[in-house]
């Protein structure tokens, strides 16, 4: 019996919904690795990869293939290729890559202890990447030894059914799953009862939470106020959240929830309704804004950022400007924006009216110059007030220098000699505006 502790590296490429998987795969391996973040002490090494843009794919496999070098020195080390490029190329990684061991889709993440038994018992490569229609997320009740000690997310739901033209996901991700309520709520209810204070619910598309179940299923909104309701959910976010499927009854939520954050991540795309048309997003820009006036008037303070996607097939100078103009409009408190990336099967691969790359780039270094501006100006309007921040931690170049989170989200940099936890709430009054953060001070209680 070998008694020295295994080792396990994890890398985690993508969204959040990746970093919960990979936290989950971690757990489940923990009888057998502990964590390590140095590769050379690596016995097993998970690669949880993305596929949403050419970039992500490029960098999963970047650090899979520098991992041959690895593997032809130690050759025991286990590689895992998880996550949604895995789960697109299945079997293919093999013989791209033949020092890689398991290729386990999204789906199958749970059974990950059985199959690198099955591996090592077996010495055979194994490929688990098959949907399956009666899939269950599993309850699971997250470790409180690992991971943050004030936050966690919580995921609700799997997979999409929106077929976004440009968008990968419901390929990799396969068909919508609701996971049940009582154990959202469950998971929920033992990361309080071990002094979690903040829980964000994930789903690629949490609007329509419980619509692919049938019978006695709460809609996203009831499932929002159940779990604001839990004793000891200080703060509650979710993410993300397609307009489309956007409901009264949730923007209610945010006149009735104290503890529901003033953010929200409502992803536009782009401006041009032409092109929201081709991008498959069934929702108008008029009906977006109609949305955010509700919003705002439900909370007149909410943060409003969203996902820009440059140079979709089609975008013309009127269709860019439209985005541009949307900006101005709502002067979104910050936005990630993306170049379009070309992601076969979906279906805009076929589109032939590309756009050329040097527009493309010039379209977004134009739309983040302003919305750099843009951030600037919000965090200006914060200069003077007071507001609530939850601590997130002390600098890690900077001894005494903290760093906390307001409710919409945007760091917040102050001094502080005190040791304070992770988690604790308390009031700053911001003094100084930068563009990714605030400065504030302590207001004495
Ligand atoms: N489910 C979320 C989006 C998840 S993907 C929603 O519907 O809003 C995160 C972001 O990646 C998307 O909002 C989009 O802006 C971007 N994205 C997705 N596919 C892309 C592609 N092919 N090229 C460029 N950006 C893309
Ligand atoms: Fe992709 Fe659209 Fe689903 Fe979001 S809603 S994950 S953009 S297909
Ligand atoms: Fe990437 Fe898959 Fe998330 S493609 S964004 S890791 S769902």
Redesign the pocket.
């Known amino acids: 019996m070998n008694h020295k502790p295994q080792k396990l590296y994890i890398a985690t490429f993508g ?1 959040q919904m990746n970093d919960r998987d990979s936290e989950i795969m971690a757990q489940l391996l923990a009888d057998d690795y502990q964590p390590t973040s140095d590769l050379d002490q690596a016995d097993m090494v998970i690669v949880n990869t993305c596929s ?2 050419a970039k992500a794919e490029q960098k999963a496999f970047s650090l899979l293939g520098a991992l041959r070098k690895y593997k032809k020195t130690r050759p025991k080390m286990i590689i895992a290729a998880t996550g949604c490029v895995a789960q697109q190329d299945g079997n293919k990684i093999f013989s791209r890559m033949n020092h890689v061991d398991l290729v386990i889709g999204p789906q199958s993440i749970y059974r990950l202890p059985e199959l690198t038994g099955k591996l090592k018992e077996k010495r055979k490569k194994i490929d688990c990447t098959k949907f399956s229609k009666s899939f269950v997320i599993p309850p699971f009740l997250p470790d409180i030894n690992s991971g943050l000690p004030h936050k966690r997310f919580v995921t609700i739901m799997q997979g ?1 059914n ?1 077929y ?1 033209t ?4 419901p390929y990799v991700r396969g068909r919508e799953i609701s996971r049940l309520a009582a154990d959202i709520i469950a998971e929920v209810k033992h990361l309080v009862a071990h002094g979690i204070r903040e829980v964000t619910l994930l789903g ?2 949490v609007n329509s939470y419980g619509n692919d179940q049938k019978g006695e299923f709460p809609g996203f909104p009831q499932l929002l106020r159940q779990v604001a309701a839990i004793k000891g959910v200080e703060r509650l976010r979710f993410t ?3 307009p489309k499927d956007l409901s009264d009854e949730l923007i209610a939520c945010f006149a009735d929830l104290d503890n529901l954050c003033s953010h929200f991540h409502l ?1 536009v ?1 782009s401006g041009s309704n032409l092109i929201l048309k081709r991008m498959n997003r069934k929702y108008t820009i008029e009906k977006y804004l109609e949305q955010v006036e509700k919003l705002r008037r439900a909370r007149a303070d909410i943060v409003l950022t969203t ?3 440059v140079g979709f097939p089609g975008e013309n100078e009127d269709d860019f400007a439209a985005t541009m103009k949307l900006l101005e409009t709502l002067r979104y408190h910050s936005s ?1 924006s ?6 076969p099967p ?1 279906r ?1 691969c076929e589109f032939t009216d590309t756009i050329a790359e040097e527009i493309k780039k010039e379209r977004l270094a134009r739309y983040q110059a302003r919305q750099k501006e843009i951030t600037l100006e919000r965090h200006h309007e914060y200069v003077g007030r007071i507001m609530e921040i939850m601590v997130e931690g002390e600098s890690r170049n900077r001894t005494g220098q903290w760093c906390g989170r307001t409710t919409g989200n945007q760091i917040v940099n102050f001094d502080s000699q005190e040791n304070l936890a992770p988690g604790l709430i308390f009031e700053v009054k911001i003094t100084e505006a930068c563009f990714n953060s605030l400065r504030a001070v302590r207001v004495a209680d």
């Open positions: 969204c949403i843009r999409c929106n976004c440009y968008c990968i996901v690629q598309n993300t959240s397609n992803p795309q996902d820009i996607i990630f993306f170049i379009y990336s070309s992601r979906a805009s």
